[in-house]
């Protein structure tokens, strides 16, 4: 790659000087941890069926005995014996019910109680019932079954350890069961293992049982569970540490908070999260309404665990020794927003992972400061616009068939959007109506412990700001992509009358106009400035005029970046004010310097010029054209992303046919 002149003399310069600069990676956020463990998992839904939401019956309680005790032991096998008590309600007149069991997983041995015979093939267990049962009946079924000895990503045995995996749809690999989130229902679990092992599962642990150097540990969850979030864990020799949140909205009510880890992790990590786990407990439930469950749990587990966190119902499972702040964060308001109200539908994930995203800043916001929170949320939205895949957060299909994990848990879509979707809906209804709206979603009476669709949330918001915002959702959550702002402005007059001519112009492409409300800086040439808000209108063009008392030297659109999904650049075009027009070719400093991952440049032309703007790395390559055009006498300020950069010293250079200059900048993330 060519090198310019003065490109070379300044890397000369900066190799030959003293100058050290240090980089410190920043730990990876949760929401992306928990995204790039699930699509390295890569798990392939050849065996997910269209059997479901649309059964005519619902499960009410899902009752297991397992037989695991030769899993915790040499050769570890994957294969177990196992029986299940299906407890469901009738909706439509019906004498038989199928379940998910995929057949390279499950063999089903005999069924029993209400059931009478069974065919399994094509991942579906049909079973035919003694009678014809009528609406709002109850029927018990019970299901012998065994598991093959086969890895099959969703039970795990080996090395004394063993757990289970479900997300999205792996439940049917290890239980018959309706796997899909929008059949919620309780879950018992009673499992046999050797006498050292140390096991969790859902819900409170009832009772343990022990005979010579047997162990039965019965497990039972008071609140409704997606099968998604149904799991178990258990190794032998496990660590375990209880501690216990004194709930202070009910007086009295101990929270157990159960640690399982394995020997050999940081124990300053574990303890950081054991001490910040009691106030973000709290503070998460004065945002969102108390803590909704009896226990809650985290347990680390082997290399074999595919994913970073799993927010599995009140056992949340991590990577070994991933006892990451942030992760934690993510994973656990989980909690409310999955596991709580969790999705009807996978075409709602983002009401999962988008939200979990956006309350990894709400903790940074509580621990240090709405600047924190800010930084994240610019970083969430320097990633998205970095790796946009050009889909809307609502997919309707992904209601009917799953797509793949690698669609299903996109980062910069399902996680990152949703996080700065959130981030820009408190923008438009301001702090005190968006906290109501997040507390009134979590608390409502009528979706605790039930499914929610993305339509309920929409309503939600309508329903607290008693106006209506389906715009909002209309642009940013069934639309893809963003707006792509060229704007243009022109200074003219005399004092003591000054005049602003603003056009804003939206040129994306493949997706909507967007209507927001945006702030417009004006800095004046005695270094005041005023802030005013306009209404950008779901128009290509549209022309705003400001009349002012003193005369501007500049205009800056969205100063504070609260419109943070967007790309503009804002050009001043003519000055009828002889001393605002560039007398020379100019480039100044980038704006923050050192910067993650958007920085402000700014040049000037004192006529109209050819430009280039690129960016090079330390060792003279080009990296970036941000500018590769004809431009009109004016000052410029373009917006940067360098988030597909990482972290180092980088130079930006400009160039004209006249005129040609270099700066340095920094990117630290």
Known sequence: MKKPDTLILLLEFYLLSSICFTLVAQTASGGKLCSEGKIQNNQILSDASLITPHNPFNIIHYKLDFDLYNNFLTPFPRSFNASEVVTFRVDTALNSIHLDAVNSSLVIDSVSMSAVSFTHSNNVLNIQLDNTYQPDDTVDIKIYYHHLNVNDQAFYAANGFVFTTNAPEGARRWLPSVDHPSDKATFELIAKMPSNVKFGSNGRLADSTLAADTIYHHWISRDPIATYLMTLSGKVNYNLDIIHWQNPFSQGDSIPIRFYWNSGESLVNLNNIKTKIIPMMTHFSELFGEYPFEK???????????????????????????????????????????????????????????????????????????????????????????????????????????????????????????????????YVVGDSLFFEILNSYAADPGLKYEIVTTADFNEKVNSVTSE??????????????????????????????????????????????????????????????????????????????????????????????????????????????????????????????????????????????????????????????????????????????????????????????????????????
């Open 296 to 426: 809650n749990g985290f347990a680390t587990l082997n290399n074999q665990f595919p994913w970073s966190g799993m927010e599995d119902q009140t056992l949340i499972h991590l990577c070994p020794n991933c006892w990451n702040e942030d992760l934690v964060a993510h994973e656990f308001a989980h909690q409310w927003f999955g596991d709580l109200i969790s999705p009807a539908t996978w075409s709602d994930v983002w009401l999962n992972e988008g939200f979990a995203t956006y309350c990894e800043a709400l903790w940074l916001e509580y621990t240090n400061g709405y600047s924190a929170y800010k930084q994240e949320i610019n970083i969430h939205a320097g990633n998205y616009l970095g790796s946009n895949p050009g889909w809307p957060i609502y997919n309707p299909v992904w209601a009917e068939v799953t797509p793949d994990i690698n669609t299903l848990y996109n980062y910069a879509i399902t996680y990152l959007k949703g996080s700065c979707v959130l981030h820009m809906l408190r």
């Open 468 to 669: 209506d915002y389906d715009w909002f959702f209309d642009q940013w959550v069934y639309s893809p992509n963003h707006p792509v702002y060229q704007n243009s402005y022109s200074i003219s007059g005399s004092g003591p009358t000054w005049q602003i001519d603003l056009i804003v112009n939206q040129i994306q492409q493949n997706t909507v106009l967007f209507k927001m409300p945006v702030d417009i800086k004006i800095e004046f040439i005695d270094a005041t400035d005023t802030t005013v808000t306009v209404i950008t209108n779901a128009v290509a063009s549209q022309t705003y005029n400001f009349q002012l008392d003193k005369e501007p030297a500049e205009l800056i659109f969205d100063p504070d970046r609260d419109i943070v999904l967007k790309v503009v650049n804002t050009v001043l075009v003519s000055v009828d004010v002889n001393e605002n027009i560039p007398a020379d070719f100019s480039l100044e400093q980038n704006y923050p310097n050192p910067f993650n991952p958007t920085t402000t440049i700014k040049y000037s032309l004192p006529e109209k010029e050819f430009v280039t703007l690129k960016i090079f790395d330390v060792m003279g390559n080009e990296v970036n054209t941000v500018v590769n055009e004809e431009k009109l006498a004016g000052t410029y300020s373009v917006e940067y992303s360098a988030s597909g950069l990482a972290s180092g010293i980088y130079f930006y250079q400009f160039t004209t046919a006249k005129y040609t200059d270099t700066k340095k900048f920094v990117i630290l993330k």
